[in-house]
């Protein structure tokens, strides 16, 4: 059974970046056949798509966080990674990581999310 | 790129039917059959219902159907229960190769 788990500092200082880790177990990253990818959602809002990242390490990224965001992988882990520089309040979000297949909108696994809070 | 428009919220009553639209643009919604829908109860992971606008994964009751027509997307869920009362999302495809995702719509069931 695949399963995804989010881990990284629960609090980041504004102006820091934000680094999260995805790891994979039950399934490789280095498959064809799915991308891998975060979405985020701030307490008592909705869910926005930050990016994602294929396993030949085409990446891609919401044009409104484009210019803070790295995804990147570690195959050898089965990881992949997210970084947000120079966070603000706003970045405070639930923080989840998730599967989606080649070819098609099938996002059908997630990782139990992960609160990240800004503040000093 | 904007949100997709989604109702804040809906209601009904047990048994009956409701509908939840997905409006996007020519650029996403309208540009390719890659509409989602998840499904997300209070402190939950979102769990998705529909993909490639009316598809089920397995083990999602067949009371869930998504359909698409021009540049908006629709749920419908029917023969409503207490257990469907949650959030509800649409995401899509753009065509500038991201994902959107709409504002989410509250279901209260009656």
């Known amino acids: 059974q695949l399963q995804l788990q989010e881990s990284g500092p629960g609090l980041v200082k504004p102006s820091e970046t934000l680094s999260l880790t995805c790891t994979v177990s039950?399934?490789?990253?280095?498959?064809?056949?799915?991308?891998w990818g975060w979405i985020r959602q701030p307490p008592g809002k909705g869910l926005e798509w930050i990016g994602n990242?294929?396993?030949?390490?085409?990446?891609s990224y919401n044009p409104s966080l484009k210019s803070r965001v790295t995804i990147s992988a570690d195959t050898s882990k089965n990881q992949f990674s997210l970084k947000v520089s120079s966070v603000t309040a706003a970045d405070t979000a639930i923080y989840y990581c998730?599967?989606?297949?080649?070819?098609?909108?099938?996002?059908?696994?997630w990782g139990q999310g992960t609160l990240v809070t800004v503040s000093s | 790129q904007s949100a997709l428009t989604q109702p804040a919220s809906v209601s009904g009553s047990p048994g009956q039917s409701i509908t939840i639209s997905c409006t996007g643009t020519s650029s996403d919604v309208g540009a390719y059959n890659y509409v989602s829908w998840y499904q997300q109860h209070p402190g939950k992971v979102p769990k998705l219902m529909i993909y490639d606008v009316g598809n089920r994964p397995s083990g999602v009751s067949n009371r869930f159907s998504g359909s698409k027509s021009g540049n908006t997307a629709s749920l419908t869920i029917s023969g409503l229960q207490a257990e469907d009362e949650a959030d509800y999302y649409c995401s899509s495809y753009t065509t500038s190769g991201t994902w959107v995702f709409g504002g989410g719509t509250k279901l209260t069931v009656l």
């Open positions: 998730a599967r989606r297949n080649y070819g098609s909108g099938r996002r059908d696994y």
């Open positions: 039950g399934g490789s990253i280095s498959s064809s056949d799915y991308y």
């Open positions: 990242i294929y396993y030949t390490g085409t990446s």
